[in-house]
């Protein structure tokens, strides 16, 4: 790892941790990290992505690849064991935090808080863990370059969007470093805030007028995002009962899943007694979860890298059939970055993404929780659950334009630096960064040398579908 645990300071001790920071500029200059040479020995990146195949669901395998398939910006999500392998081989800074380990821009957006209120933050936890918190911005600056490429942005525009993501981050770990440490613990962005930084930008009036609309739209729209709205999608009525509707392979009722790829949760009264166990991991005494009732699951394909773990979709029933609610039970393998770093503290991988995604986020789902189940082919499996729907908005990367991209690189870099700023060393990470630009130009020009090996990567993974060493399936 590079961290000499010995010689960190007390966490009291505010002038020591800035010392210690600015120290890890000696082991590690900010400009070393503007460079990506792969190793002449670097993997195979087809070899990794069939090695995660082997433990996923086979018949939803092809639609992984398929969804990988779309572009060079759907592989990089799909793509996280590789950029973990990649990154691995790098020096780093020593200096830990708290990783979500996916960080790309995909994966940042809008929900709503137990108190109903629209926040932006991180969205996606799956591979949490305690890693080198330049991990995080390395794949969340990367994804930006990838994704102005896609959109056909130029080389300019790209790299102020790339820059605009770290100096996001910089300066909002340096707000962090200097305040008071409640401060630090309750910030978050407020959703409605969004639009004030649009004006802030002083833009030409049609461009506010046009980015401002994007933004609003989609606010607007994230909060029709619940579950009410949920079930006038996925559930219908089969003689007077509410059941998920089947759109396979995507969405499969419980009963027309073939037996090897279930949970234990053959029967109504086994899936009562899971959803008792994982009530024991929710937070609080007495909780709304209670006063409903468990309907109807099916399995349901979600994301792109998730693509063949199992994730179903719980309905449950309140007050009568006008009071639904939707959860999502998704199964939670070790984290990718745990072939290369110590190994999560907890042994339940439900309860590692979990915790990882409490202590980075600025509010959570009420429903978070977790819970282990025996499979009919005899493998335990863990899942953690959430809400499927409670107020989800993603901005959109096909709909995205320069100035538009800019702001919210500097937003997702922002969020980022907050949720870090939680579980590390704040003060020592805003040391290592300093005051200058100097680490924004080097993980702007580190985007660009990576997206270039995203594309190589890509292309031997459209090269292997082609000659069959990979399936992919046919999506319309």
Not at 444 to 459: E, I, L, M, T
Request: some cysteine; glycine content about 6%.
């Amino acid at each position: 790892m590079g961290k000499d645990a010995s010689a960190e300071p007390s966490q009291n001790d505010f002038a020591a941790r800035a010392a210690y920071g600015r120290a890890a500029r000696e082991r590690l200059p900010r400009s070393a990290h503007a460079t990506w040479d792969p190793p002449a020995d670097r993997t195979d990146p087809v070899s990794l992505l069939e090695l995660q195949a082997e433990t996923r669901v086979p018949e939803l395998v092809p639609i992984r690849h398929a969804r990988m398939m779309a572009s060079a910006l759907s592989f990089y999500r799909g793509a996280a064991l590789l950029m973990a392998s990649d990154l691995a081989t790098m020096p780093n800074t020593g200096l830990i935090a708290q990783l979500c380990g996916d960080a790309h821009l995909s994966n940042f957006g809008v929900f709503g808080t137990p108190e109903r209120r629209l926040i932006f933050d991180i969205n996606d936890f799956d591979e949490t863990l305690p890693g080198p918190w330049e991990w995080d911005v390395k794949r969340l600056v990367a994804s930006f370059e990838i994704a102005g490429r896609h959109r056909g942005f130029s080389d300019g525009e790209r790299d102020r969007i790339n820059r605009s993501v770290v100096q996001g981050y910089r300066e909002r770990m340096a707000v962090a470093a200097e305040s008071r440490v409640l401060e630090t613990w309750y910030g978050r962005i407020d959703a409605d805030d969004l639009s004030a930084r649009v004006k802030a930008q002083q833009l030409p009036r049609q461009l506010e007028k046009d980015v401002s609309k994007r933004m609003d739209r989609l606010l607007a729209k994230a909060r029709t995002h619940d579950s009410l709205r949920g079930a006038r999608k996925l559930v219908t009525k089969v003689d007077g009962r509410m059941r998920i509707e089947a759109l396979p392979p995507l969405i499969v009722p419980l009963e027309d899943v073939r037996p090897a790829d279930r949970t234990e949760a053959e029967s109504e009264e086994t899936v009562r007694a899971l959803l008792r166990g994982y009530r024991t991991t929710l937070v609080g005494d007495r909780h709304p979860i209670d006063e409903y009732d468990y309907v109807h699951m099916a399995r349901k394909v979600v994301g792109v890298g998730s693509v063949g773990t199992r994730a179903w979709v719980l309905l449950l029933r309140g007050r009568d059939d006008d009071d639904p609610l939707l959860l999502q039970a998704k199964q939670a393998e070790a984290s990718v970055l745990e072939r290369f770093l110590p190994p999560s503290e907890y042994a339940h991988h439900g309860e590692r993404v979990v915790r990882g995604q409490r202590l980075m986020q600025a509010a959570s789902d009420m429903f978070l929780g977790w819970q282990r189940a025996d499979g009919d082919d005899g493998v335990v499996r863990d899942y953690y659950l959430r809400q499927l729907h409670d107020w989800k908005g993603d901005f959109t990367v096909e709909e995205m334009i320069p100035k538009g991209a800019e702001i919210y690189a500097a937003v997702c870099g922002e969020t980022l630096a907050r949720a870090h700023a939680r579980s590390g060393d704040r003060v020592a990470i805003a040391a290592y960064l300093g005051d200058s630009d100097r680490f924004d130009r080097a993980l702007a020009s580190f985007a660009v040398a990576y997206a270039d090996q995203n594309d190589r990567d890509y292309a031997a993974f459209t090269d292997a579908v082609a000659s069959g060493r990979l399936e992919a399936a046919q999506i319309d």
